[in-house]
């Protein structure tokens, strides 16, 4: 049943849920019981909301000792103007999570509308690239021809964000063109309806 914010599932307002056991409240900290009753629902329930908000679709490149290696992402989004950052978040069971976590360059390519294939290739498999036409950017990062933008970055930061990393890139170079975007909605791609 879906509740109003700063309401809980049982009613509960949300400093009664910040209330410690002996009453007394704590806005500060929030205890490990009050964690679990803020969050009733499940991890299907969690990724269904979350489907609900259309991303784009990226592919983020970099270059390891063993070749190019790719990886399909949607968590990404831009931090700041001034320096220029952005930011992505492989998941650590990834089995490229180890190449990603420790790349000093890498590549955050937008895909177009007409690259579903790419970002379906990548998905599967990160160092399938036969086929795949590609320059060296900066740090030998493998730059994809044809997509809607490309951030070719070095590596700023990296922060916990549970079950993923945060990374930080500075942006050092990009390249647009125009382009409709490929978006991910509710588990499939979809289409950016124009004006």
């Given amino acids: 049943m879906p509740f109003a914010v700063g309401i809980g599932p049982g009613g509960e307002s ?42 784009g679709v990226t592919v983020v490149t970099t270059m390891t000792e063993n070749g190019p290696l790719a990886m399909t992402v949607n968590s990404f989004a831009s931090v700041s103007l001034s320096p220029p950052l952005v930011l992505w978040s492989p998941a650590r069971e990834s089995d490229r999570f180890p190449a990603f976590e420790v790349a000093p360059y ?19 498999s990160g160092d ?24 070719e970055c070095r590596h700023a930061a990296g922060h916990d964000g549970g079950d993923h990393l945060i990374v930080v890139g500075e942006v050092l170079r990009i390249s647009e063109r125009e382009a409709a975007p490929l978006l991910y909605y509710r588990g499939g791609y979809a289409d950016l309806a124009h004006r």
């Fill in 14 to 55: 949300e400093q009664d849920l910040l209330r410690g056991i002996d009453g007394v409240s704590r806005p500060e900290t929030v205890g490990q019981t009050e964690r679990r009753r803020l969050a009733e629902f499940s991890g299907r329930q969690f990724r269904n909301a979350l489907g609900r908000f259309a991303t």
């Fill in 106 to 124: 890498f590549a955050i390519h937008i895909l177009a509308r007409e690259q579903e294939s790419l970002s379906i290739r990548f998905a599967a």
């Fill in 128 to 151: 399938d690239f036969d086929g795949v036409d590609f320059a060296e950017g900066l740090g030998r990062s493998p730059i994809l021809p044809d997509c809607a933008a490309v951030f």
